[in-house]
Nanobody, 119 residues
Framework: QVQLVESGGDSVQAGGSLRLSCAVSGATFSRICMAWFRRISGNERERVASVSSSGRSWYYADSVSGRFNISRDNTKDTVYLHMNGLKPEDTAMYYC????????????WGQGTQVAVSS
């Protein structure tokens, strides 16, 4: 069974930085696409960033491009989201997600880690 466990969420001031981590178990990590989503309203989630299984293809939402960076360590079965220049509008629950085919609609999800940015 694929399990994703996020960590690293915290409360920071605007302009600060955080690094989120997502440890994956029960999957062939080198073959799965990894993504970070955040809850923006109700049950709606926005894909913030994703990285292909090969690590050679990335996606970033316009709202975070240039500030966030996604990386994966296939030796540790872990994906990271490096968040810089945080803004109050980045406040959200952040979820790690994974899929063997596409990160647009991933099958596997973590429980989330909360990020709060104060002005």
């Amino acid at each position: 069974q694929v399990q994703l466990v996020e960590s690293g969420g915290d409360s920071v001031q605007a302009g600060g930085s955080l690094r989120l981590s997502c440890a994956v178990s029960g999957a062939t990590f080198s073959r799965i696409c990894m993504a970070w989503f955040r809850r923006i309203s109700g049950n709606e989630r926005e894909r913030v960033a994703s990285v292909s299984s090969s690590g050679r293809s990335w996606y970033y939402a316009d709202s975070v491009s240039g500030r966030f960076n996604i990386s994966r360590d296939n030796t540790k079965d872990t994906v990271y989201l490096h968040m810089n220049g945080l803004k109050p509008e980045d406040t959200a629950m952040y979820y790690c997600a994974a899929d063997y085919r596409s990160c647009v609609t991933p099958e596997y999800w973590g429980q989330g880690t909360q990020v709060a940015v104060s002005s």
